[in-house]
Structure formats: C-alpha cells, structure tokens
C-alpha cells in the first residue's frame, strides 16, 4: 500500500485562500473544519484540499480556475459529494457547485429542453419540469441531493436508463472552460462545421482539429473497443466522437470525471412522464435465478428493472420499510419492473411480464402509488444499507458497480460469487439487473495490511472477471481512484493511449482532477481507514454497542450517500438545519465527518476539546432524524451528546446548559410560586432574565401552570373502576410544569379506555435535557433513578405511557443505552405512546365518533423511534379526517430553539413546511402536535394554539362533552379538555 504522489512546492492554504480572496471567486474556505469535512466523499479515500470554493455566478468560476492556473493549483469539481470511487476529493481547490451555482437558467417546455447550471439538484429540476409533464429521464437513488453537473461527470444512469438512456444520451450542449480558460460551447457537429471551426483557428480551432483527428485516425477501434453496451461507463467515452455519432463533443465529455474541463452550464433533453405507472415485483430463490430471468423480462420492455436480495432487505430498519418488504412475494431475491404508460393498457402488460418470469416464486401487481413509493424506497437507501452487514460488520465500495451485458448477467454473477467466496469476504447484491449493473458493498478489513492487501487482490481479480464476461468495471458511478488504475486490464493499450490523448487536448497541464481515469492513482493509495494511522484513544459515556464501543467506528458509519443534504421534504426529518444553511458543516454527513477526523486525531488535533467540532455541532438540533433517516444510521444527536459532554468536563458551560439543562429541576422550584416566576419573566426584566440564561432574546419563556399536573392528580379521585387494569402514566416535566391540561386530557382517555391510571412514586425524570446538553453523568443518575421508580410496576406487566415524545423515546433509546442494564431495556420494552396502547393493546375499546379535520405535526423524536402509524389508525377510527404534515422537525427541538444564535435558524426551519401550513389552515381545522416544542413553536410562529391528541380524544367523550371552538372567536380562558384552534397562548 502506499500514498499518492504529492504536488511538489504547492502553495500552503494561506497563499491560495488570499488569492483566490483578492479576486472574487465566491466564498472561500481555508479553515481547517471546512478542509476536513471535504477531504471524502462516498468512496474509500480521504484526501485534504488546500482550500474549498462556493461559486455563486459564472465569472466567480472562471476567476477561481485562473487563479488556480497561475499558481499551479490542480481543481477538483464537487457536487453533492456522493460520488463512491473518489472523484469528488482531491489535494488542490475543491470548486463546490452545490450551494450556490444551482439555478434553472432557461426552460423550454415546447422544445422539451432545460438549461441549467451544474449544481442544481436533480430533484429541483424534476420538479420544475414537472409543471410542464416533463422530466430528465435518468434517476440515480441519490436524485434527492444529487447535481447535474456530478451526473455529468460520471454519466450517470438510475433505475429508468431503460426507458430514457444514460445521462449522455439526455445531453445537447455544454458551456465548459478548460484549465488554461478557454470557455467554449460543444454539442454535435457536422463536418462542415467541423471544419469551419478549424479554419477558425484559436484555441477552440485547435482543440477541435486534435480531437477530429484522433478520431479519424482510430475509427476503427473506437467502433469495437468502446460503447459495445449501454453501461460501458469505464474510461473516455470516446466512441462519441464517431461520425455516425455525429462527432458529439458534449456527450464525449460526459463520464469524464472532470479530468477535461469544468462545466459551466448544460443544456438537457426532458422527456414526458408516463402518465400512469405499474410495479411487477417478481420474487425468485436467489439472486442468480432473478438475474436469468432478465433477458426475458427486457422484451415486454419494462421502463425499470431491478434487483435486490434478502442480505439487502434484511438490513431495513424503518418502520415504514419493514412494512413494505413484509408484503413481498416469497423468496431470497427479488426484481421490480416497472412500466409506464396508459392506464387501459397496463394491466395486460403486467400481467404478460409476470407470465414472462422464468423461475419466479411469486409475483404482484402493485399500482397503490404509497405502497411503490416505500418499495423504491428500500431500493434507493442501497447505497447506505448496504455498508452494513446484518452481524453488524462494515462493508464497503471499491467494487461497486461492474457492469455487464444482461444476457451475461446470470453467469457473472454466479462467478463473482465464488470470487467473494474465494477471498472470504461478503457483500449484499443489488442494482439495476435489467442492464446488467450490479452494486454491492464488501467487508473490506481496511483496519490491517493484510486487509488492504486482499481488497488490491480482489479487485485486480474483479477486473479480469468482469472484462471475460465483456463488461466494465464501472457502470454508472465512474471509474475515480477506485477503478482507473484497473483499465490496463480492460482496454488494449492503444486505448488507453488515445485516452491519454483525449485529456492531453483538453487539459494539458494535467490541472484538472489529477491521478483519475489516465495517470491514475493506485487502488490502495489514499484510503480513508489507514491501518498505519493510530486513531485517538477515546473513552466514551455512551456504550455504542452497534459499533462495539469504537466512538471512530461509530463515526464512520457515514459513507458518505449524504441523504441527509436532501433539501426537499418526502417525509424525512434530516436534517433541518442543513434544509435552511445549505452548508456541508450542518449536514448529518459533515457533523459524522469532522468527528471522524477528531478520532484520527493528524487533521483536527485537539481531540474533545476540539473548537472545529463544537462548531460543527452547533446547529445540530438534537432531532434523531438521522438515527432513523440515514439509511446507515447514523446518530449524531448522540455523538453530540457524548461530546459535549467531554468537551466541557470541568469547565464553564454556556448558560443554556444551566438554564434549559437543568430545567426539570429548576421547574419544580418554579412551582412552588408560579404566579411570581411568570411575573418576573414578562416584566421589564425579562432582557435581562434571557441574557443571563443564554435564552434567544426573541423568545417568549413560556408560563409556569398555576398548578402542576402532579399536584391535581394526587388530589383527585380516580374516574372510573379501571377494569382493564393499571396503566403508569409517565409525568413529563414539560407537560407537568407548562401544560398539565395535556396530562389530565390523557388521564380521562385512560380511564374512559378503562385503565386505572398510576404516576410514579416521588418526582421523577428521563433526564432528556441533561442528554441534549451532553451532562451525561447528572443524566445517568437521573435515569438510574427513573428506572428504578418504574421497575416494579413493569415486572408486573404495567404498560408506561408517555405523552410527550421527546421523552418516550428517551426511555426507549436513549436511557437504555446510558445505562446498559437489563432492567432500562425491560422499562424501554414496556413504554408506549397513548395512540400505540390504544391501538394495539386496548382491545374492545370503541373510541368516541368526532367529526373533524385535522393537520398533524409528527414530533421529531417519535419519527425516529416509533412512526404516525398507531396515531393514523387511531384518529381514522375517531372518523377524524387527518393530513400529515410533511414538514420534518419543527425547528424548536427542545432547547435549541431557545438557545441565543439559534433563532433565526429555528424559525426558518418552521418556516419552509409547517408555519405556512397552520397558518393557511382553515379554522375548523385542529392543529394537532403532540410535542410540547412544536406546540411552542407553532404558538410563537402563528396565530394558533395547536393540541395533543389526547385533548382531541377527550373534547369528544361522552361524560367530558366540550365544544371545539372551530368558528368560535378567540376566547381568553378554556376549559381544560378544550381544543384551542384560534387563540395564541401567553407563552
């Protein structure tokens, strides 16, 4: 093994980062923790840039890559970073499209065209063109964060290249600029336009006269060497500049890697959307049945087929995608094809493919378009589950995506097969069958040389295995440093002349995205696990049992698929403060990837007292979003916790951590004179109160309730004879001390569902704001003492009921695993939210009849821990007519919200789904929100007071009647089961 060559005398960060300021090359960054978080991408290597660049405008990028060119700085283009074979990283100027340089220049529905700059996202174009029944035709599983321009370089292909080709095919012109900064226009050309432009002269004369001949010359080879079958991705595709291809110099520098030139915009073909779609899923006994079943599937030309195998399902862990795969047919593997077209015709097509699968165990037909959604679904998250194998072992790219002709499939892959075998190593098969593209993650062992040495084994072994079978090592995610120095086995040496060739003409300083595709970088060279690096001894206060007790392996965990820099909602949480900054430092990703380089301890080097990290961390909201969103799950509400909690052992804290940390504690003092409390925090004292509390001076401190839950219960008389038995009611503090009409509306649904309703002896706490803070040893003694006081009830099969699901899941998840005894997992096993014991445990019981509508706010925490489903049930049986808001966190997340430097963040996270929703809603409509953080954020951000399910449920018993005020004007004083629609509250 060894490391890349290093650029000799290169400028240090200092000298490029003050000239490329001096000129204005957009937003620069030369800090450590930037350089740091863009030293990776989704591939196996880690190279640090010397300086990252965030273009906004055109010019802004012609002056970065002179200015790179006069100091002999090479450039590397970045998109979303998502790419696995390493193109995305490189030692020079990382030039980041993505943040800025993402506009829709032109749209063009009559002439079916888009012009666009190269960091758009896939998504925002789809969803422009789908104003117009349009679309760009190719679709990688990462089309929600993926650019145009990263699809570009890599020539990308998704699950619909059947039907609409490679992103090649979808190309008609690019604007590039070379190194040396000649910007030009290429698409087709004829030859009379071929030769005007030589005659023309200059450097684009020039330019167009080499790559001419070089294709006059080889026509030949070019013919029989290259573009044999569609996913011939490796190397240049050179066969473009065929006469028959009418010398397409645009589509020869699509796959490029940018090694030729940088794009500067693209004009793209769309293509209609087929107005009604149709899901065969075909099960088979392996996978190498379902990839024999292939040839015959592609003649009832389905617009996608692909495949996946029971080592893949087995790794899902989300609720809603368990739900999906229970439902599929029986077998090991499985392929789903998919057609497009008339609805009157789709039936007796789906019906002739399934007839058509040879070997198949069972087949459906699906056309619920939910039910598809959540079976992509599982297909798109691949790339994530796959780096996880079901023991819990690491897997990893570097073989991920050979490709070979369909009709080999089935024998390739038996014979990859026996290659894994061989080696001893594993992997989860997926990918797009129907054109003979294959993905897969191995478990690699980087941690040893004796690892590295078998992965540079394998895959020179790979290689000649895919090139029997007249494939390519890379089928769509390029060739990069994983694969480039594999072409020697491939190609004929003449090739790989005229592959040198091709970048000398465009790039002949070798400035642009060195050591990929010609002149490559070795395999093994550069990667990101390096056995000869000594990682930081770390103990850690959190067990991560998943990752066995490594804090850097844990860390790893992100691969870099960056799910998490998904601006749109599609019913994911991840990750809000990202959805507002656009800024990689407050992506899941690049919190995992700055705490990963504090484990290596050579990049950012001062370990938990790390400033680059405390900052990266900062607008982490504590969500779990990403616990349950990344597909590798990834927790970095977690790491979070844990590093804080060292980072500021035997230091002050910031005031929040004593204000809102110790809220619980500072609450029960607070409620033995509520009336003085709430009088001094809305006084003319109040600045001064948030000053001193670290609390956003925008905020409004909510009132202390006159009197707490806890004290009305204990005084009360139960209501009714609990026949079903005893129920323990967990007693918040949040609830308790701001909102007890929340716990006495869930006090009369218990006892009306006949449960004889319990609190826990004493006062007691979760200690979830202790967690958030990172105060893990008060949070542990909390804990310990919780589980003590629930212990005895749940030995005796008493459910634990919470109603506020911040700290629900702080019983289910986070308590089990500060403490690690058998009795927190024997509380967690037991706790339940309202609507899952009335759902699943609550037999018999009819639920009252509400005619209503209402608009639903899933709490961040209950997404990532237990789902909507129970409450969806629940409110369908009430005869509620409920929406679910796709809105993600509300952007409070507990203290952060509060926290001074945070407002502005939070209300703009609130502002991009959920406030424009409770505002626009009519006001017959209840807004409902379990989570006391979005109740506040919605009251300080609206004009509506929104409700818990368990006011909405007891407004309509039969003993408790209360009117809904839906038309009513704002009243200043409700009863307590009342559910407000219209009023703002004195918080």
Same mark, same amino acid.
């Given at each position: 093994?060894?490391?890349?060559?290093?650029?000799?005398?290169?400028?240090?960060?200092?000298?490029?980062?003050?000239?490329?300021?001096?000129?204005?090359?957009?937003?620069?960054?030369?800090?450590?923790?930037?350089?740091?978080?863009?030293?990776?991408?989704?591939?196996?290597?880690?190279?640090?840039?010397?300086?990252?660049?965030?273009?906004?405008?055109?010019?802004?990028?012609?002056?970065?890559?002179?200015?790179?060119?006069?100091?002999?700085?090479?450039?590397?283009?970045? %998109?979303?970073?998502?790419?696995?074979?390493?193109?995305?990283?490189?030692?020079?100027?990382?030039?980041?499209?993505?943040?800025?340089?993402?506009?829709?220049?032109?749209?063009?529905?009559?002439?079916?065209?888009?012009?666009?700059?190269?960091?758009?996202?896939?998504?925002?174009?789809?969803?422009?063109?789908?104003?117009?029944?349009?679309?760009?035709?190719?679709?990688?599983?990462?089309?929600?964060?993926?650019?145009?321009? %990263?699809?570009?370089?890599?020539?990308?292909?998704?699950?619909?290249?059947?039907?609409?080709?490679?992103?090649?095919?979808?190309?008609?012109?690019?604007?590039?600029?070379?190194?040396?900064?000649?910007?030009?226009?290429?698409?087709?050309?004829?030859?009379?336009?071929?030769?005007?432009?030589?005659?023309?002269?200059?450097?684009?004369?020039?330019?167009?006269?080499?790559?001419?001949?070089?294709?006059?010359?080889?026509?030949?080879?070019?013919?029989?060497?290259?573009?044999?079958?569609?996913?011939?991705?490796?190397?240049?595709?050179?066969?473009?500049?065929?006469?028959?291809?009418?010398?397409?110099?645009?589509?020869?520098?699509?796959?490029?890697?940018?090694?030729?030139?940088?794009?500067?915009?693209?004009?793209?073909?769309?293509?209609?959307?087929?107005?009604?779609?149709?899901?065969?899923? =075909?099960?088979?006994?392996?996978?190498?049945?379902?990839?024999?079943?292939?040839?015959?599937?592609?003649?009832?030309?389905?617009?996608?087929?692909?495949?996946?195998?029971?080592?893949?399902?087995?790794?899902?862990?989300?609720?809603?995608?368990?739900?999906?795969?229970?439902?599929?047919?029986? %077998?090991?593997?499985?392929?789903?094809?998919?057609?497009?077209?008339?609805?009157?015709?789709?039936?007796?097509?789906?019906?002739?493919?399934?007839?058509?699968?040879?070997?198949?165990?069972?087949?459906?037909?699906?056309?619920?378009?939910?039910?598809?959604?959540?079976?992509?679904?599982?297909?798109?998250? &691949?790339?994530?589950?796959?780096?996880?194998?079901?023991?819990?072992?690491?897997?990893?790219?570097?073989?991920?995506?050979? @490709?070979?002709?369909?009709?080999?499939?089935?024998?390739? =892959?038996?014979?990859?097969?026996?290659?894994?075998?061989? !080696?001893?190593?594993?992997? @989860?098969?997926?990918? !797009?069958?129907?054109?003979?593209?294959?993905?897969?993650?191995?478990?690699?062992?980087?941690?040893?040389?004796?690892?590295?040495?078998?992965?540079?084994?394998?895959?020179?072994?790979?290689?000649?295995?895919?090139?029997?079978?007249?494939?390519?090592?890379?089928?769509?995610?390029?060739?990069?440093?994983?694969?480039?120095? #594999?072409?020697?086995?491939?190609?004929? /040496?003449?090739? *790989?002349?005229?592959?040198?060739?091709?970048?000398?003409?465009?790039? /002949?300083?070798?400035?642009?995205?060195?050591?990929?595709?010609?002149?490559?970088?070795?395999?093994?060279?550069?990667?990101?696990?390096?056995?000869?690096?000594?990682?930081?001894?770390?103990?850690?206060?959190?067990?991560?049992?998943?990752?066995?007790?490594?804090?850097?392996?844990?860390?790893?965990?992100?691969?870099?698929?960056?799910?998490?820099?998904?601006?749109?909602?599609?019913?994911?949480?991840?990750?809000?403060?990202?959805?507002?900054?656009?800024?990689?430092?407050?992506?899941?990703?690049?919190?995992?990837?700055?705490?990963?380089?504090?484990?290596?301890?050579?990049?950012?080097?001062?370990?938990?007292?790390?400033?680059?990290?405390?900052?990266?961390?900062?607008?982490?909201?504590?969500?779990?979003?990403?616990?349950?969103?990344?597909?590798?799950?990834?927790?970095?509400?977690?790491?979070?916790?844990?590093?804080?909690?060292?980072?500021?052992?035997?230091?002050?804290?910031?005031?929040?951590?004593?204000?809102? &940390?110790?809220?619980?504690?500072?609450?029960?003092?607070?409620?033995?004179?509520?009336?003085?409390?709430?009088?001094?925090?809305?006084?003319?004292?109040?600045?001064?109160?948030?000053?001193?509390?670290?609390?956003?001076?925008?905020?409004?401190?909510?009132?202390?309730?006159?009197?707490?839950?806890?004290?009305?219960?204990?005084?009360?008389? /139960?209501?009714?004879?609990?026949?079903?038995?005893?129920?323990?009611?967990?007693?918040?503090?949040?609830?308790?001390?701001?909102?007890?009409?929340?716990?006495?509306?869930?006090?009369?649904?218990?006892?009306?569902?006949?449960?004889?309703?319990?609190?826990?002896?004493?006062?007691?706490?979760?200690? *979830?704001?202790?967690?958030?803070?990172?105060?893990?040893?008060?949070?542990?003694?909390?804990?310990?003492?919780?589980?003590? @006081? *629930?212990?005895?009830?749940?030995?005796?099969?008493?459910?634990?009921?919470?109603?506020?699901?911040?700290?629900?899941?702080? =019983?289910?998840?986070?308590?089990?695993? #500060?403490?690690?005894?058998?009795?927190?997992?024997?509380?967690?096993? @037991?706790?339940?939210?309202?609507?899952?014991?009335?759902?699943?445990?609550?037999?018999?019981?009819?639920? /009252?009849?509400?005619?209503?509508?209402? *608009?639903?706010?899933?709490?961040?925490?209950?997404?990532?821990?237990?789902?909507?489903?129970?409450?969806?049930?629940?409110?369908?049986? =009430?005869?509620?007519?409920?929406?679910? #808001?796709?809105?993600?966190?509300?952007?409070?997340?507990?203290?952060?919200?509060?926290?001074?430097?945070?407002?502005?963040?939070?209300?703009?996270?609130?502002?991009?789904?959920?406030?424009?929703?409770?505002?626009?809603?009519?006001?017959?409509?209840?807004?409902?929100?379990?989570?006391?953080?979005?109740?506040?954020?919605?009251?300080?951000?609206?004009?509506?007071?929104?409700?818990?399910?368990?006011?909405?449920?007891?407004?309509?018993?039969?003993?408790?009647?209360?009117?809904?005020?839906?038309?009513?004007?704002?009243?200043?004083?409700?009863?307590?089961?009342?559910?407000?629609?219209?009023?703002?509250?004195?918080?």
């Amino acid at each position: 093994m060894r490391t890349s060559a290093k650029t000799k005398d290169r400028p240090d960060t200092a000298e490029v980062t003050a000239s490329l300021s001096e000129v204005d090359c957009g937003e620069v960054a030369g800090d450590m923790r930037t350089r740091a978080q863009y030293s990776a991408d989704a591939s196996n290597y880690r190279r640090l840039p010397v300086a990252v660049v965030f273009p906004r405008t055109r010019q802004q990028v012609i002056d970065t890559v002179a200015v790179c060119r006069r100091l002999g700085v090479a450039i590397t283009c970045r %998109g979303a970073g998502t790419s696995t074979s390493g193109q995305a990283v490189g030692e020079g100027v990382v030039l980041d499209f993505s943040r800025s340089y993402h506009r829709v220049l032109e749209l063009d529905p009559q002439a079916r065209t888009a012009r666009v700059e190269p960091g758009i996202v896939l998504d925002d174009l789809q969803r422009a063109a789908d104003d117009h029944g349009l679309r760009f035709g190719p679709d990688p599983s990462t089309h929600s964060r993926c650019t145009l321009g %990263g699809m570009i370089g890599n020539n990308a292909c998704g699950s619909h290249s059947l039907a609409w080709g490679r992103t090649a095919e979808n190309v008609l012109e690019l604007e590039v600029l070379t190194y040396r900064g000649t910007v030009l226009t290429v698409g087709e050309m004829s030859a009379a336009e071929i030769d005007a432009a030589v005659a023309e002269g200059g450097e684009r004369g020039k330019l167009i006269a080499e790559l001419h001949g070089l294709a006059r010359d080889h026509l030949a080879l070019l013919r029989t060497e290259l573009g044999r079958f569609p996913r011939q991705v490796s190397g240049y595709p050179l066969e473009q500049l065929l006469p028959e291809r009418r010398f397409n110099l645009a589509r020869a520098l699509v796959g490029t890697e940018g090694t030729c030139a940088v794009v500067l915009s693209a004009k793209l073909r769309l293509v209609p959307t087929p107005p009604v779609r149709a899901l065969v899923v =075909l099960g088979f006994d392996d996978a190498w049945a379902a990839a024999d079943a292939v040839p015959a599937l592609l003649e009832q030309h389905p617009i996608a087929l692909e495949g996946l195998d029971r080592a893949l399902t087995d790794l899902v862990t989300r609720p809603d995608g368990r739900a999906a795969i229970a439902t599929l047919p029986p %077998g090991q593997a499985w392929l789903f094809a998919e057609l497009g077209g008339e609805a009157s015709d789709l039936p007796a097509r789906a019906q002739a493919l399934a007839a058509a699968a040879a070997g198949c165990t069972g087949a459906e037909i699906i056309t619920d378009t939910e039910r598809m959604t959540r079976l992509w679904r599982v297909r798109e998250d &691949g790339a994530g589950l796959a780096t996880r194998l079901p023991d819990g072992s690491e897997a990893w790219p570097g073989w991920e995506d050979a @490709a070979v002709p369909p009709a080999a499939l089935g024998a390739y =892959l038996r014979e990859f097969t026996a290659l894994l075998d061989r !080696h001893g190593l594993r992997g @989860a098969v997926y990918g !797009h069958f129907g054109e003979g593209c294959l993905h897969v993650r191995i478990d690699f062992d980087f941690d040893t040389e004796q690892g590295v040495g078998v992965f540079r084994r394998f895959v020179g072994e790979a290689a000649d295995l895919v090139t029997a079978h007249g494939g390519s090592p890379s089928g769509e995610h390029g060739d990069g440093q994983a694969r480039s120095a #594999l072409l020697a086995r491939v190609y004929r /040496p003449e090739v *790989l002349t005229l592959f040198r060739r091709f970048k000398d003409a465009w790039d /002949p300083d070798n400035g642009l995205n060195p050591g990929m595709v010609v002149r490559p970088l070795a395999v093994d060279a550069d990667l990101r696990v390096d056995p000869r690096r000594r990682p930081l001894p770390l103990t850690t206060v959190l067990p991560f049992h998943a990752d066995g007790g490594d804090f850097a392996k844990a860390t790893r965990r992100c691969v870099g698929v960056g799910k998490c820099r998904t601006t749109a909602h599609r019913g994911d949480v991840m990750c809000p403060s990202y959805r507002v900054t656009r800024d990689e430092k407050d992506s899941t990703r690049g919190r995992a990837r700055i705490l990963y380089e504090m484990t290596q301890g050579d990049v950012i080097t001062d370990g938990w007292r790390s400033a680059e990290v405390r900052d990266a961390l900062d607008l982490c909201l504590s969500c779990k979003g990403c616990s349950a969103d990344c597909p590798v799950g990834v927790d970095v509400a977690a790491y979070k916790s844990e590093f804080l909690h060292h980072h500021y052992r035997w230091r002050v804290r910031p005031a929040s951590h004593y204000s809102m &940390g110790w809220l619980p504690l500072l609450s029960r003092v607070a409620a033995k004179l509520p009336g003085p409390v709430n009088r001094l925090t809305h006084s003319r004292l109040a600045p001064l109160v948030k000053r001193l509390g670290g609390i956003a001076a925008e905020r409004d401190i909510p009132r202390f309730a006159a009197t707490t839950f806890v004290d009305w219960f204990r005084a009360r008389r /139960p209501g009714g004879p609990g026949e079903r038995g005893p129920v323990l009611l967990w007693v918040d503090s949040f609830n308790n001390h701001f909102s007890p009409e929340v716990l006495r509306a869930g006090v009369a649904v218990l006892e009306h569902a006949g449960y004889e309703v319990r609190v826990p002896d004493g006062t007691q706490c979760c200690g *979830l704001t202790w967690i958030t803070t990172g105060q893990l040893g008060i949070a542990r003694r909390l804990a310990t003492r919780a589980v003590a @006081a *629930l212990r005895p009830s749940v030995e005796d099969g008493v459910p634990v009921v919470g109603l506020e699901p911040s700290c629900v899941a702080a =019983l289910r998840t986070d308590v089990p695993d #500060l403490l690690a005894t058998p009795a927190a997992r024997q509380v967690a096993a @037991a706790t339940t939210t309202l609507a899952e014991l009335l759902v699943h445990r609550t037999e018999g019981w009819v639920p /009252p009849r509400l005619a209503a509508r209402s *608009l639903s706010q899933t709490h961040c925490h209950q997404h990532a821990t237990s789902g909507f489903d129970a409450d969806r049930i629940l409110l369908e049986r =009430l005869g509620v007519a409920n929406t679910v #808001l796709d809105s993600g966190c509300c952007g409070l997340a507990g203290n952060f919200g509060f926290e001074r430097g945070h407002y502005d963040v939070s209300v703009a996270a609130g502002e991009q789904v959920l406030l424009p929703a409770v505002r626009a809603a009519p006001l017959d409509t209840v807004v409902l929100a379990d989570g006391f953080s979005c109740r506040t954020q919605i009251a300080h951000g609206s004009e509506r007071v929104a409700a818990h399910l368990a006011q909405l449920i007891a407004s309509a018993l039969p003993d408790r009647p209360t009117e809904l005020p839906f038309t009513e004007p704002p009243r200043t004083e409700k009863p307590d089961t009342e559910i407000p629609t219209t009023e703002r509250p004195a918080t």
